[in-house]
């Protein structure tokens, strides 16, 4: 089945360390993007791709990296210079143009102990 | 000025009855527009898109938007209590691919 496919589901990091979130789309999707989530809160866009070797900064960029060397895969790497980053995340991908809807992930959810 | 605006609830809305919920965007380049569904600690689900002003329909779901008033709604008629979830709205621009999302309105259906 077609799919985006989120690893791990759950995660827990002690802080100062890294973590990287896994995203694999089988959809032959051109644009992904990655999401965070907050209690009670929407999404707010952290990073977003449109084409494999590019990405663009979304709203809350500071703190995380992503790479897009495959148009299959868009990992999110969470790193020690964010400073709260206990939340939900999600991946999502579209396959661009005029009227793209998103297709999401299961998410991945992140603690900080 | 925020890009995407919900009111954030909750809304409460007997069984039954109809479940209006507004969302309002800044962007006057947005063209399609888009309502996901989420459950609590799930992903959010497509549930309606629509692309030019007016009203469109699927089951007991209706969209309507106002590019001239930079408005699009939900309509859930016959509000049943799986419909109690967080709906979320996003705009999408033709410019380029970057989504943004209203924070979400969470609706309770009231048994």
């Known amino acids: 089945d077609g799919g985006i496919t989120q690893s791990p589901k759950y995660l827990f990091r002690k802080e100062g360390q890294n973590v990287t979130l896994s995203c694999e789309q089988n959809l032959n999707h051109d644009a992904m993007y990655w999401y965070r989530q907050d209690p009670g809160q929407g999404l707010r866009l952290i990073y977003y791709s449109q084409i494999v070797n590019d990405f663009q900064k979304g709203d809350i960029a500071e703190g995380y990296s992503v790479s897009r060397e495959k148009k299959e895969s868009f990992p999110l790497t969470v790193t020690s210079a964010q400073k709260n980053p206990t939340a939900f995340y999600l991946c999502?991908?579209?396959?661009?143009?005029?009227?793209?809807?998103?297709?999401f992930g299961e998410g991945s959810r992140l603690t900080v102990l | 000025q925020k890009e995407v605006e919900q009111n954030s609830g909750p809304l409460s809305v007997p069984e039954g009855a109809i479940a209006s919920l507004n969302c309002t965007y800044s962007?006057?380049?947005?063209?399609?527009f888009f309502w996901y569904r989420q459950y609590s600690g799930k992903s959010p689900e497509l549930i309606m898109s629509?692309?030019?002003?007016g009203d469109k329909e699927d089951g007991r779901f209706t969209a309507q938007l106002n590019k001239a008033s930079q408005y699009v709604s939900l309509l859930i008629r016959d509000s049943q209590p799986s419909d109690s979830a967080t709906y979320l709205c996003a705009p999408t621009l033709n410019r380029d691919d970057k989504i943004i999302f209203g924070k979400g309105t969470r609706l309770h259906i009231l048994p």
């Open positions: 962007d006057r380049g947005s063209q399609s």
């Open positions: 629509i692309y030019s002003n």
């Open positions: 999502a991908s579209s396959i661009g143009g005029n009227r793209r809807r998103l297709f």
